[in-house]
C-alpha cells in the first residue's frame, strides 16, 4: 500500500469567520452553494454552521482561520 507522504491539512475556523458566513448566506437571494463555494469551503459544513447559529452556539472572536496539519 502507498504511504502518503504529505500531512492532510485540517482547517478550523473561528467562530467570526462562521458568523460572517451565515450572515452571508441569510441575505435575500443569496443561496448556501455560493457563499460556501465563494469563501471556500464544503456546502455541508456551511449548514452546520447556520444549524449551530440556529441553536445559539456561534457568537464573534476573530476573523483568521488556522491551518493545523493532521497526520
Not at 450572515?23 to 457563499?35: D, F, N, R, T
Request: net charge positive.
Amino acid at each position: 500500500m502507498a504511504k502518503n507522504i504529505h500531512p492532510k491539512k485540517t482547517w478550523r475556523y473561528n467562530k467570526e469567520f462562521k458568523l460572517k458566513a451565515v450572515k452571508l448566506s441569510y441575505q435575500y437571494g443569496v443561496k448556501v452553494i455560493e457563499v460556501a463555494k465563494a469563501l471556500g469551503i464544503h456546502e455541508s459544513m456551511h449548514s452546520r454552521w447556520r444549524s449551530e447559529y440556529r441553536d445559539g452556539k456561534i457568537h464573534g472572536d476573530n476573523k483568521k482561520r488556522e491551518c493545523i496539519n493532521a497526520t
